[in-house]
């Protein structure tokens, strides 16, 4: 699979640029029914991203949830994406499943556009140049935060769901505005780096399907994530509903994920 910046520009999709006022006053209504925790700018960024691309108005509102986040003070609205044909989940690595990780991938509203509109997200970006000391590797995948969880689980784990939202509030990039939760199957336990640059991880991922970096990233094979929901995180300033049922603690000690770049700032300035 290309990455997003190999793509030309008749190549990407479109979404939508507007929404009936009446169509947004109605959906962001039903999702304030949802819970009445949720903020009307949350509510309107997410009924425009599910509205951008054709997700809405044929999207089940009433399916959403939030999701209280207690080591971050946060709260998320989780939003499952539909059974349909972009989302379902792709085979499994190796043909074979024996592994199988829940991943979360921050990113922008825009490049979340592209990916609810493509069903997948595209390995990180490469760039060529002539010199081939300053010339990256291609890539096979994108970077997440990651947990393995069971063989047997076919959605994203609860347990799982709150641990990696609530450990990405502690990271730079996790702090962007959408948060995409996606799951991994392969034959291939994951190969962890303790050095090296994140090229050698992403070449490993083409042999093996999945690496952690040694900067506690995690790469999955983007011919073989699938897509699960889209979460928008703001923070619990009024603390949360006492007939809510906390979380249990999780573990922070996570990785990052990386959006655009998979290559470290330092190394980069090293290599020019």
Same mark, same amino acid.
């Given at each position: 699979?290309?990455?997003?910046?190999?793509?030309?520009?008749?190549?990407?999709?479109?979404?939508?640029?507007?929404?009936? &006022? *009446?169509?947004? *006053?109605?959906?962001?209504? #039903?999702?304030?029914?949802?819970?009445?925790?949720?903020?009307? *700018? +949350?509510?309107?960024?997410?009924?425009?991203?599910? @509205?951008?691309?054709?997700?809405?108005?044929?999207?089940?509102?009433? %399916?959403?949830?939030?999701?209280?986040?207690?080591?971050?003070?946060?709260?998320?609205?989780?939003?499952?994406?539909?059974?349909?044909?972009?989302? @379902?989940?792709?085979?499994?690595?190796?043909?074979?499943?024996?592994?199988?990780?829940?991943?979360?991938?921050? =990113? %922008?509203?825009?490049?979340?556009?592209?990916?609810?509109?493509?069903?997948? +997200?595209?390995?990180? /970006?490469?760039?060529?140049?002539? /010199?081939? &000391?300053?010339?990256? !590797?291609? %890539?096979?995948?994108?970077?997440?935060?990651?947990?393995?969880? @069971?063989?047997?689980?076919?959605?994203?784990?609860?347990? $799982?769901?709150?641990?990696? !939202?609530?450990?990405?509030?502690?990271?730079?990039?996790?702090?962007?505005?959408?948060?995409?939760?996606?799951?991994?199957?392969?034959?291939?336990?994951?190969? $962890?780096?303790? $050095?090296?640059?994140?090229?050698?991880?992403?070449?490993?991922?083409?042999?093996?399907?999945?690496?952690? =970096? @040694?900067?506690?990233? =995690?790469? $999955?094979?983007? /011919?073989?994530?699938?897509?699960?929901?889209?979460?928008?995180?703001?923070?619990?300033?009024?603390?949360?509903?006492?007939?809510? =049922?906390?979380?249990?603690?999780?573990?922070?000690? *996570?990785?990052?994920?990386?959006?655009?770049?998979?290559?470290? /700032?330092?190394? #980069?300035?090293?290599?020019?």
């Amino acid at each position: 699979m290309r990455a997003a910046n190999e793509l030309k520009g008749g190549e990407k999709p479109a979404p939508n640029t507007s929404i009936p &006022q *009446d169509e947004l *006053d109605d959906a962001v209504e #039903q999702l304030q029914r949802v819970d009445s925790r949720i903020p009307s *700018d +949350i509510c309107e960024k997410a009924v425009q991203l599910f @509205s951008s691309t054709n997700l809405l108005p044929d999207y089940d509102l009433s %399916t959403c949830y939030v999701r209280e986040l207690p080591h971050t003070n946060m709260l998320a609205l989780i939003m499952p994406l539909p059974d349909i044909s972009r989302f @379902s989940m792709p085979p499994p690595f190796g043909n074979q499943h024996n592994h199988t990780w829940a991943l979360c991938h921050g =990113t %922008t509203i825009k490049t979340a556009q592209l990916i609810l509109l493509e069903g997948k +997200i595209r390995p990180a /970006n490469w760039s060529y140049h002539r /010199n081939p &000391q300053r010339c990256h !590797l291609p %890539t096979f995948g994108a970077f997440y935060l990651c947990r393995e969880v @069971s063989n047997a689980d076919k959605t994203f784990p609860t347990w $799982a769901e709150t641990a990696l !939202l609530d450990s990405m509030g502690k990271k730079g990039k996790g702090q962007q505005d959408v948060t995409v939760g996606a799951m991994y199957r392969g034959a291939h336990d994951h190969t $962890a780096y303790q $050095a090296g640059g994140n090229e050698k991880a992403q070449v490993q991922v083409g042999k093996k399907g999945v690496a952690n =970096t @040694s900067e506690k990233y =995690t790469i $999955a094979h983007s /011919n073989h994530v699938g897509l699960h929901f889209i979460a928008l995180k703001w923070a619990d300033l009024q603390g949360s509903a006492p007939h809510d =049922t906390k979380p249990k603690d999780v573990d922070l000690g *996570d990785s990052d994920s990386e959006a655009y770049n998979y290559r470290g /700032n330092l190394e #980069q300035r090293r290599r020019r």
